[in-house]
């Protein structure tokens, strides 16, 4: 199975700047099918981008996505309040579809 | 506006059989493509992927709980069931069910609210 791991486990931020959250996977990801979920405590996780860069309905522009192979980025250009949660990548071009283990933003 | 919803036990016993109702509404089953997938996720822990049955009937599971784990549909009455036999402490988890639209592309965008099901004698 593809495992996924994301850095950092925790970024600190305060709003208005710049995130960088990264996905590695153990092998190559066929077709980037990459997703990236937004959860908020208490809260379903929310689709945000879908096939690596391909913004879900409804996401704001702020929230991109980037990569190719294994190695894949979401970046969120100027941090929002709402946007401090736990971020989750998930590959689905290998069976069994498989989670990151999640990257905190916190606010600084 | 599609819409998901969790139901069953909040405590079941060890050794025990897990059943949880997802009950759908603004989609059809029967659409070519449509998929219905389950996701847990342990208190303070990650996603992990369960299992998604397909418009066809086809499925798939993860090898963590293949030998333990159902999945059925019943298309008439938009719901999707998930059975989990031979329950321990480790399913502890929040249980959610989600909607793919594509085969080809199993990403889930929308998404039940979840309910915590908790496994202890």
């Known amino acids: 199975e593809i495992v996924l791991t994301q850095s950092p486990g925790t970024l600190s931020l305060s709003p208005g700047e710049r995130a960088t959250l990264s996905c590695r996977a153990s092998?190559?990801?066929?077709?980037?099918?990459v997703a990236w979920y937004q959860q908020k405590s208490g809260q379903a996780p929310r689709l945000l981008i879908h096939?690596?860069?391909s913004r879900a309905t409804g996401i704001s522009d702020r929230f991109s996505g980037s990569g190719s192979g294994t190695d894949f980025t979401l970046t969120i250009s100027r941090l929002e309040p709402e946007d401090f949660a736990v971020y989750y990548c998930?590959?689905?071009?290998?069976?069994?579809?498989?989670f990151g283990q999640g990257t905190r933003l916190e606010i600084k | 506006q599609i819409t998901l919803k969790e139901s069953g036990p909040t405590l079941v016993k060890p050794t025990q059989t897990l059943t949880l109702t997802c009950t759908f509404s603004?989609?059809?089953?029967?659409?070519?493509?449509?998929?219905v997938g389950w996701v847990r996720q342990p208190p303070g822990k990650a996603l992990e992927w369960l299992g998604l049955?397909?418009?066809?009937?086809?499925?798939r599971h993860s090898p963590s709980v293949h030998t333990r784990l159902t999945i059925t549909k019943d298309s008439s009455k938009n719901q999707v069931v998930l059975t989990l036999t031979n329950v321990d402490p480790a399913d502890t988890a929040t249980y959610y069910c989600?909607?793919?639209?594509?085969?080809?592309?199993?990403?889930?965008?929308?998404w039940g609210p979840g309910t915590l099901v908790t496994v202890s004698s």
């Open positions: 096939g690596a860069s």
């Open positions: 998930q590959q689905y071009g290998d069976s069994p579809i498989t």
């Open positions: 092998q190559t990801v066929t077709v980037n099918y």
């Open positions: 603004g989609f059809s089953l029967s659409e070519s493509g449509v998929g």
């Open positions: 049955i397909y418009w066809n009937d086809d499925k």
């Open positions: 989600a909607h793919s639209g594509d085969w080809f592309s199993n990403h889930f965008d929308y």
